[in-house]
């Protein structure tokens, strides 16, 4: 069975329901799933999954999230070679130039894991409506399609 870790990082609630639009998603698709807080999370559990994938957002001009920041920096000491990672965050238009960055900056942090790219990462404007929900279920079954890709069963 294809196993997935989804971490999050939330203030308003919204990035929370991005990671349990795709945990569900990636359910469905017939993952284990394991889902879980940034802050409460060693970035070494990735190496546990096939499929790792970060939910967080952007706080205030282009900061990653306070309680995200060891998470972040263990990363990218990390080898997931063989994994496949996705990111995705809920953030504010208002921010502009900075709206949503950390999901640059943690696909950047995966790439320096020399972890695969299971999908492009999404960039949803605060709660997820419709729109939104229907790009994160595109998102979890990419990451699964190009995981089953690499690995045929």
Not at 115 to 143: C, M, Y
């Amino acid at each position: 069975m294809v196993t997935a870790h989804v971490v999050f990082a939330t203030i308003t609630g919204n990035n929370e329901d991005v990671a349990d639009i795709v945990t569900e998603k990636l359910e469905d698709l017939g993952c284990q799933v394991k889902e879980t807080e940034i802050s409460q999370t060693d970035a070494a559990e990735f190496k546990q999954a096939d499929i790792c994938v970060v939910c967080a957002y952007t706080y205030d001009e282009g900061s990653l999230p306070d309680e995200g920041v060891d998470f972040y920096e263990d990363l990218q000491t990390l080898d997931l070679k063989g994994k496949i990672y996705g990111v995705a965050g809920s953030g504010d238009t208002f921010y502009g130039k900075y709206y949503n960055t950390t999901v640059d900056h943690f696909e950047a942090a995966f790439q320096q894991t020399h972890a695969s790219s299971g999908a492009t990462g999404v960039k949803i404007n605060l709660e997820p409506d419709q729109a939104a929900i229907d790009q994160l279920d595109l998102f979890a079954t990419q990451l699964v399609n190009t995981y089953r890709q690499g690995h045929p069963d």
